[in-house]
Structures are given as structure tokens and as C-alpha cells.
């Protein structure tokens, strides 16, 4: 009993307590920290209780939409007969809006519902006879931007809002509708539709009260990040291109360059300065945070970011106070870039080239850091024009015996000293003292021993010596030594016998 | 928004005229004084710099005309020979460039010179470009003669003034200059329609037009 005891105590100490792995619903099944302590079944119960509540608030919004477009259709003839009909691009979206006429109740519900429940309703896809797939699940993102943008339209004046909103649902429905069209057809479609909608605000009389150009950018901005959200899956590191092969490839390529320290770039990046070091690692998140935005406009953002904390590098990095230049900024942005491989680079960038609205890549302070960008991902993949020995200084040798590791490190251990905190610094110079400290230890031990060792052999020698020389002198010891005074006169046995008394006379 | 978005640009009130917003490069050799020419054009300040500016790599600056309003956007390239195949992505759907050079230093004029040739060969066929000899203050150390670089620039069509950054001269001319000379009708808002991306390869030169501005009134 007391062994078994003893057992489950010692357990305890090394296994986690049973209940914490039990579910925390208490249904008697394990829980799994993936599904934060919950049963796979729990979980799902949970997750679409959470999913729902999302839903339902943005169904809320729904129907002040619907409520909208209503009151809109009640009070009002529909717009489209005020639209000039002059502009040929339109033509095309006069035509569809006459298809989907009979559906205009159901216009919002439709537009922010999953997009294969959409290519159920759809009449235009109801055509080609595909058979009613299963639900799709809306991804948490898209709810969101769904959300989002419900917001921002609801903040709308009302035609303009409404107008908005059927133009992104037909867009959308004309996007599904093409499903196997190739990444640029898509791409063209999407500029296509920047194009018109920007025309439209400019000159369509529902717009007529935004006058200001922040007004229109700010409608642009929402449609390009609603739209671009809603079919970032299907755009995004395409299988029809060899994006993923390139991400690869540049991503290795960046791996293979890891030895390469702001000196050899001339950049200007000075990361033993605990402040620039904290810049360059801002910098460093921002650009791998790039990934993880949607819309392409908040990747821009992370662009802009990283480079204002470049920025804020060199200037912390440069001995007088002058206000970094391009030929600061690009050499510290490919440093950056070494440093950080942010992944899946060049979907990323060609994502922004091919979806974003070129107001944003063309003009403008994050056009100017997105096109840097390009210029250094360019510089970092091109081993003829670009990063390659000649433009780092080294010899073709050199760089050779880098890019195989075979170049000593010292320069790269210095760098990595360098870039540690104070208090890690520290330990490392503790760590050196100690060790050479120990070397010297051992070097005067390993002399006391040999001097030890020399005392001996000296000792044992002079010893050797010492019988040596006895042996070599032995017979003059011993006949030394026999010649006690009377030893002769023992032996010998010459002498005469002592006299013995005697009586001499009675 | 060189391209696409070339019309949706402001719909100003026509009171005050029109506003163009144009896309100039600074190219050169580096320590020519590419960005202490810019600053001093846009802050009006040689050394000294404000808080506020933590690089004079982006910097816009607004010039007015009798009867228009240039908005310049001014983006800062590296000088660095070993940078110069990636200038293309740079001066791609710009309508103006500044070719700088220093006085001081021969070879920088020569640089000067194929930064010219190539910007006539590969950039938009209608860019105004202008040359900028700078550092005028130290012609005690010139090396490169005026009249050499004023017939250079006779040749090639080019504007041409001496520069310096630290005395201000010529700084604010130039881009006057440079603002006179650059088309403000709408031409540009015809816009063929390229792609509009800004492509990855420096030899990726589909886009050539020239085009601008955003004064579709």
C-alpha cells in the first residue's frame, strides 16, 4: 500500500494532473490545448456558437441594408435610368443589372451570403446546371470584412450606399461566374472594376455630394478591401502560377545569404545600438506581418511601416543628424529583408501588383516603399546584375566560400555579439573570461605536474647516479672498510695467543 | 496612377485653377548631393533638418504657376553603381527627372551623362528631364566646365542649371523650370491602359507612358 503511495506521488510530479486534461465542458472525454482545453466535439459545439453570434450581428446589419434599398425602392424610380448610357464600359453592367432584376429583394442577402450559396441563386450560373454544392463556410476573415464593410455602408447616404453595394454584388457574381479564369484575366477584371467604379463616383449623380477626393479614395479603399477579402484564397499564391515555386526559391536564396552583415551592403544599420536594434527588429515584424494582411492595402501599410522603422534606423545609425537618402534607405532595406525572410515574399508582391488599386502602387509615399521593396527583392534574387560578389566587394573566391559555409565566421560571431542584448553580452564576456581563466588553470596544472614529474626524474636520476657512482666505488668502500686496525690480525690468526695466567711458583 | 486611375483624380473647384501632380526621380551618383538638393527645395534647409523628417527619400512639394498648381512628388534613388540595373522600376511612370551630378568630380558628370542615355532610351518617351550640376559654391574645384555641360545639355534637349544645395542657388529655379516645362492639358489623362502593375524584373518595361496628372477639371 504505502509503495503505491509513494508511486502516485512521484507521478503527479512528473505528468500533468489528469483533470487538466480532461475537457473542460466535463463531458468525460480529453480536452487538446489546440481547442483550448476542449474535446474535439465541445469545440465545434463552441466555435459555432461563436461563428453564429458573428452572424447575427452581421445579419443585423443586413437588415438595415434591405431596409434601405426598400425605402430606396419605394421612394424612388430605379437609378438606372439616369445613368448616361454613353459610356460603353457600363453597357455591360446595364445588361446583367436587367437580368438580375426579379432578385433585387433579395440583392444584399445574396451579396453578403457565401459565394457558392450565391452560384445557387445566381441565375447566370443557374444556367450552367451546376449541382447545388454544400454549404461553404465563410472564413473568419471574411465575415469580418463582410462586417467591415456593412459598417461603412450603413454610415452612406442612401443612393450612393445602395449603388455601392449592387455594383460589388455584381461584380462578385460576375467574378464567381468565372471561376477558371487565369490570374491575370482576374487581375484585369479587378482594375476593370476600379476603373468603372472610380469613373462612377466621379460622375454618376448619385455621388454628386462627394465633392472631396478623401470622400472618394475612402468609398475606393472599402470596395477594393471588401472585394479583395472576400477572394483572397482563390487569388492569392495561385496554383495556375508558379508563385509558390518563386516564394521557394527566393526564400532559399535569402537562407543561403544569412552571413551577410551590414558592413558588406554599406548599409547603414548600426545593431549594437540597443535603439537601432529595436528598429531593425520593428522593421522585421512589420515586413513578415505583410503575410498575414488580406487586402492589399493593409499589406502597403506594413510596407510603409518597415520602412519608416529603416528609417528610423539610419538616422539613429549615422553619426550627424542628415535625414536618411535613397542611398541609406535601400542598402538598410535589403538588409532588412536578408534578415527577416518574410515568407512568401513574392506572392505577396505580385498579389499587390496584380489586385491593388494603382492609385496605391503608382503614386504616393507607399507606392515609393512598395516599388523599394520590389527593387530589393529584385537586387536579392538577381545573382548576375544584383546581390553577387562583385557588388558585395568580395572576390568571386570569397563569396563562393561563403555561399558553401566554408568561410570562417569570425566576422559573423563579431555581428552576433553585436546584435545581443547588454546583459547577454555580459555573460559572454563572463563566459570568455572563465574560459580562458580555465585554460590558464589547466596550462598551470599541467606544469605543476610536469614540474612535478621533473622533481621526480631528477630525484630518481640523482638516485641513479648516486648507486651508479657506489657501484663504480664499491670495492674501495669495502676494502675501506675491512681495514679495521685488527681485522688482519683476527683472521690471520699471526698473533700469538694471549698469554694465559699462569701460577708461577707453589 | 499613371495609368487606370488617371481620370479619377480631383475634381477641383475651378476657382483656383488646376492642380497636376507630377512624378519626378532624382538620379546620380551618390554623394552628389541628390537629397540635400531635394530637402533643400522642399524645406528650404541645407543641414539643419526638422523632427519631422526621418528620410528625404519621399518628399512632395507643391510649386505654383500663374495658373496652375504642380504638386512634384519626388522620389530619391540609390546612386550606388552596384544598384543601377533596378533604376528602370524607379523612373517607370515618371514624367519628370532630375540627372544630378557634382562639378567637383568628372566621373560623376560621365555618370551623369548615361543616366541621360538611358532615361531618353527606356523611360516614358515624353519625360522632362533636367541637369543639375551641383555644388556650384565650390568652383574653386571644378572639374567640370560650364560651357561643357550647358552644350551637353543643348544637345539633348535637356534643362540645365548650376546647383548649389548649400546656398540655395538655382535650387528653386530648377524645379520652376522643370514645373514651366511639363505638359498641364489632359493628354495625359488619355491614358493608354497598360498594366499598371509595377513589375518585378528591372527589365520588366511594359509601361511607358507619361501621363499624369490629375488635373481632369
Same mark, same amino acid.
Given at each position: 500500500?504505502?509503495? #503505491? ?62 431596409? $434601405? ?13 439616369? &445613368? ?5 464600359? +457600363? ?13 433585387? !429583394? ?94 462612377? $463616383? ?72 540597443? +535603439? ?7 522593421? &522585421? ?50 538588409? &532588412?529583408? $536578408? ?17 491593388? #488599386? ?27 546584375? !544584383? ?12 563569396? !563562393? ?24 553580452? $555580459? ?62 690480525? +683476527? ?16 | ?217
Amino acid at each position: 500500500m504505502e509503495r #503505491n503511495a509513494s508511486q502516485s506521488n512521484s507521478r503527479r510530479g512528473i505528468h500533468v494532473d489528469q483533470s487538466e486534461l480532461m475537457c473542460k465542458n466535463g463531458c468525460g472525454f480529453y480536452g487538446n490545448s489546440q481547442w483550448q482545453g476542449y474535446c474535439s466535439k465541445c469545440w465545434r459545439d463552441i466555435y459555432t456558437q461563436n461563428q453564429q453570434k458573428l452572424q447575427q450581428q452581421i445579419d443585423l446589419d443586413h437588415e438595415y441594408a434591405m431596409k $434601405l434599398q426598400k425605402e430606396e425602392d419605394n421612394q424612388h424610380p430605379p437609378p438606372e435610368s439616369i &445613368i448616361p448610357s454613353s459610356n460603353p464600359s +457600363f453597357k455591360q453592367f446595364e445588361d446583367k443589372r436587367v437580368h438580375t432584376k426579379g432578385f433585387r !429583394g433579395r440583392g444584399f442577402k445574396k451579396f453578403f451570403s457565401p459565394s457558392s450559396e450565391q452560384t445557387t441563386v445566381s441565375p447566370l450560373v443557374a444556367k450552367t446546371k451546376s449541382p447545388p454544392t454544400r454549404k461553404r463556410q465563410q472564413s473568419f476573415e471574411s465575415k469580418r470584412a463582410s462586417k467591415d464593410f456593412v459598417d461603412f455602408i450603413v454610415a452612406f447616404q442612401e443612393p450612393a450606399a445602395k449603388d455601392v453595394l449592387k455594383k460589388c454584388k455584381e461584380f462578385m457574381d460576375k467574378l464567381v461566374s468565372n471561376k477558371e479564369n487565369s490570374i491575370d484575366e482576374k487581375s484585369d477584371m479587378v482594375q476593370d472594376f476600379y476603373q468603372v467604379m472610380a469613373e462612377r $463616383l466621379m460622375s454618376h449623380p448619385n455621388f454628386k455630394s462627394y465633392t472631396y477626393e478623401e470622400d472618394r479614395n475612402k468609398i475606393m479603399d472599402n470596395i477594393e478591401k471588401f472585394i479583395m477579402t472576400r477572394i483572397y484564397r482563390d487569388v492569392f499564391c495561385n496554383d495556375q502560377t508558379d508563385d509558390e515555386i518563386e516564394d521557394l526559391k527566393v526564400q532559399t536564396r535569402i537562407r543561403n545569404l544569412h552571413w551577410i552583415t551590414a558592413a558588406m551592403l554599406d548599409a547603414n544599420v548600426d545593431t549594437s545600438k540597443p +535603439f537601432v536594434s529595436e528598429c531593425a527588429d520593428k522593421a &522585421i515584424t512589420a515586413i513578415i506581418e505583410m503575410d498575414s494582411k488580406r487586402a492589399p492595402q493593409d499589406k502597403l501599410t506594413c510596407v510603409t511601416r518597415c520602412s519608416k522603422s529603416v528609417f528610423e534606423a539610419i538616422r539613429h545609425s549615422k553619426p550627424d543628424d542628415t535625414p536618411a537618402s535613397a542611398d541609406d534607405y535601400l542598402p538598410a532595406l535589403i538588409y &532588412i529583408i $536578408l534578415k527577416a525572410n518574410p515568407p512568401l515574399l513574392k506572392s505577396n508582391i505580385r498579389y499587390i501588383t496584380r489586385f491593388s #488599386n494603382p492609385i496605391h502602387i503608382m503614386s504616393g509615399e507607399d507606392a515609393y516603399y512598395f516599388t523599394n521593396l520590389c527593387c530589393a527583392v529584385s537586387f536579392i534574387e538577381n545573382e548576375e546584375t !544584383g546581390l553577387n560578389a562583385s557588388s558585395l566587394s568580395l572576390t568571386e573566391i570569397e563569396f !563562393g566560400a561563403y555561399m558553401r559555409g566554408e568561410m570562417p565566421t569570425s566576422e559573423k560571431s563579431e555581428l552576433k555579439e553585436r546584435e545581443l542584448c547588454a546583459g547577454l553580452q $555580459l555573460m559572454y564576456k563572463n563566459l570568455n573570461d572563465l574560459a580562458s581563466l580555465h585554460e590558464r588553470t589547466d596550462r598551470l596544472f599541467d606544469e605543476a605536474m610536469q614540474m612535478k614529474k621533473g622533481i621526480q626524474r631528477h630525484s630518481l636520476h640523482v638516485k641513479e647516479q648516486v648507486e651508479k657512482m657506489l657501484d663504480e666505488t664499491a670495492i674501495d668502500i669495502r676494502s675501506r672498510s675491512s681495514s679495521a686496525l685488527d681485522e688482519d690480525l +683476527f683472521d690471520a690468526g699471526l698473533l700469538p695467543p694471549p698469554l694465559l695466567p699462569t701460577v708461577a711458583h707453589r | 496612377m499613371a495609368t487606370r486611375t488617371g481620370a479619377p483624380r480631383p475634381a477641383n473647384s475651378g476657382t483656383q485653377g488646376k492642380i497636376c501632380q507630377f512624378k519626378l526621380v532624382l538620379l546620380g551618383e551618390s554623394a552628389v548631393g541628390k537629397s540635400s538638393l531635394v530637402l533643400r527645395f522642399v524645406k528650404g534647409q541645407f543641414h539643419e533638418y526638422q523632427e519631422s523628417t526621418i528620410g528625404a527619400a519621399f518628399l512632395t512639394q507643391t510649386v505654383c504657376l500663374q495658373d496652375t498648381t504642380v504638386k512634384f512628388e519626388i522620389w530619391d534613388t540609390a546612386g550606388q553603381e552596384r544598384y543601377h540595373s533596378l533604376a528602370p522600376m524607379y523612373y517607370r511612370g515618371a514624367q519628370a527627372a532630375i540627372v544630378v551630378y557634382d562639378i567637383t568630380n568628372q566621373d560623376t558628370f560621365a555618370r551623369a551623362k548615361t543616366w541621360v542615355k538611358e532615361l531618353q532610351r527606356q523611360a516614358s518617351p515624353n519625360i522632362v528631364i533636367a541637369l543639375a550640376g551641383n555644388k556650384a559654391d565650390l568652383s574653386n574645384k571644378r572639374m567640370v566646365e560650364h560651357d561643357d555641360a550647358v552644350s551637353y545639355a543643348e544637345e539633348n534637349g535637356l534643362l540645365f542649371m548650376e546647383t548649389s544645395a548649400k546656398t540655395a542657388m538655382h535650387v528653386n529655379d530648377i524645379f520652376l523650370a522643370i514645373a514651366e516645362k511639363l505638359p498641364k492639358n489632359e493628354a495625359g489623362a488619355s491614358a493608354n491602359r497598360q498594366s499598371a502593375g509595377v513589375g518585378l524584373t528591372a527589365t520588366d518595361n511594359r509601361e511607358g507612358s507619361g501621363k499624369s496628372c490629375c488635373g481632369s477639371n
